[in-house]
């Protein structure tokens, strides 16, 4: 680990250049350039606020009389989980679709990673903006509790990166890894409380959604977003954990076979 950190501290300004490089050349050939990186965030707020908070008149156990609540609610975990979707869908495949760049060039491998995380960074600061400013509009500024954001976006980051590092190694050797981490995101989403609540699910299946590391993740981006609280950081001692394995076991596996890719590749 002091190793792979002091590796992205040295090459940080090739790690800048590279998402800044990567952001202008997604929209460099349109004609409507940069807006793109809000259009497409910007719908979805949309969609998902009028068909799932409006058409569909969902309500929350305890807001029910809240115009936007299940709204709120409903963003919060679908901005987040984007985050963490993106991450890992890219990071599952990152040395692969990099391999030209890993043969033609020295740098350390583990910058590759830490692109794609820089990367999904950006695009979750433009639709946490738009996030933000519909909470204004409405009136349902979080306040104080926003700065809890940060905290648990590390360990967000965290939890996604260490999965994220384990897929991407193991799919230089076995290319059907990232084929199973976008199966596998599918199932995840559904099975994280995200447009449904946890009070709806049967108890005899509660304790199966408590064994998913990023229920309780979620679930304090909406207790922030939605009541204006603090939330239990008991909750997140679990995920935490996870975090730690992972990202543990995938720097190991990274580390391990290193000098192995650009062969297999």
């Known amino acids: 680990m002091p190793l792979m950190l002091t590796a992205l501290w040295e090459y940080r300004q090739f790690i800048l250049s ?109 639709i946490f903006v738009l996030y933000a400013l519909f909470l204004a509009l409405i009136g349902h500024w979080p306040g104080f509790a926003i700065i809890f954001v940060v905290p648990l976006l590390l360990l967000q980051a965290l939890l996604s990166m260490g999965i994220g590092l384990l897929l991407g190694t193991l799919n230089v050797f076995f290319r059907d890894v990232s084929q199973f981490a976008g199966v596998l995101l599918q199932f995840w989403f559904w099975l994280t409380p995200i447009v449904y609540t946890s009070q709806i699910v049967p108890e005899r299946f509660l304790s199966w959604l408590l064994m998913n590391p990023m229920q309780p993740i979620i679930a304090a981006y909406q207790t922030i977003f939605l009541d204006h609280a603090i939330p239990q950081f008991s909750t997140l001692a679990a995920p935490a954990l996870v975090a730690l394995v992972f990202i543990s076991a995938g720097t190991w596996v990274f580390w391990r076979h290193a000098n192995e890719l650009v062969d297999e590749l």
């Open 18 to 126: 590279s998402v800044a490089r990567e952001f202008q050349g997604r929209y460099r050939a349109s004609v409507l350039g940069a807006f793109w990186a809000v259009a497409q965030p910007l719908t979805l707020m949309i969609i998902y606020t009028v068909i799932f908070g409006q058409l569909m008149q969902a309500g929350l156990p305890g807001h029910e009389q809240a115009h936007f609540a299940f709204s709120i609610y409903l963003c919060a975990g679908v901005v987040f989980w984007g985050f963490h979707a993106e991450i890992l869908t890219r990071m599952a495949s990152v040395f692969v679709d990099q391999a030209n760049l890993m043969k033609k060039t020295a740098f350390p491998r583990v910058c590759l990673p830490a692109i794609v995380v820089g990367s999904a960074l950006v695009n979750l600061a433009i």
